[in-house]
């Protein structure tokens, strides 16, 4: 029964933080395929570093 309320609340984590990752993982796509598409070597620094702070929050509160 221990496991089973674990499992839910780590359920429950990933739930929460759902938003958050698709955010980042569609704000990371979207300037692969600019870059992809463009033929650009650089990236938006400013923006790349958003991305990685959202999906850092996120990570942290499916852990946590």
Do not use: C, H, V, Y
Not at 11 to 21: F, Q, R, S, T, Y
Not at 27 to 45: F, P, Q, T, Y
């Amino acid at each position: 029964e221990n496991n089973k309320i674990e499992e839910l609340n780590a359920n429950a984590k990933l739930i929460a933080a759902a938003p958050e990752l698709l955010e980042a993982l569609q704000g990371a796509l979207k300037r692969l395929n600019d870059l992809r598409e463009s033929g650009r070597i650089s990236l938006n620094i400013q923006e790349t570093f958003r991305d990685m702070e959202i999906a850092e929050k996120a990570i942290n509160k499916a852990l946590n």
